[in-house]
Nanobody, 116 residues
């Protein structure tokens, strides 16, 4: 079955960086686009970034453009989210997502807290 496991979250100071990883299994990773979403307390889940199956195309939420970079390693079945210049507004649970045969799959999420 499809499984997504996020890691790499934690507590970071404003201006700091983190790299999130999403380890995938149960489907042919190189066939599907991958996405990162986040959900802050009291807010709806929002799309942060998406990458095409080959990695050739990416898109980002306006709020993270120029600071976050999504990437993938198809040989390792892993997607990444490099987050730089973090600020308090980036505090959220970050989720990895894939749509396989029209069904949405989510990881368990990883907490990112930006605070001094």
């Amino acid at each position: 079955q499809v499984q997504l496991v996020e890691s790499g979250g934690g507590l970071v100071q404003p201006g700091g960086s983190l790299r999130l990883s999403c380890a995938a299994s149960g489907f042919t990773f190189s066939f599907y686009s991958m996405s990162w979403y986040r959900q802050a307390p009291g807010k709806e889940r929002e799309l942060v970034a998406r990458i095409s199956s080959t990695g050739d195309y990416t898109n980002y939420a306006d709020s993270v453009k120029g600071r976050f970079t999504i990437s993938r390693d198809n040989a390792k079945y892993t997607a990444y989210l490099q987050m730089n210049s973090l600020n308090a507004e980036d505090t959220a649970v970050y989720y990895c997502n894939v749509i396989v045969r029209r069904e949405d799959y989510w990881g368990q999420g990883t907490q990112v807290t930006v605070s001094s």
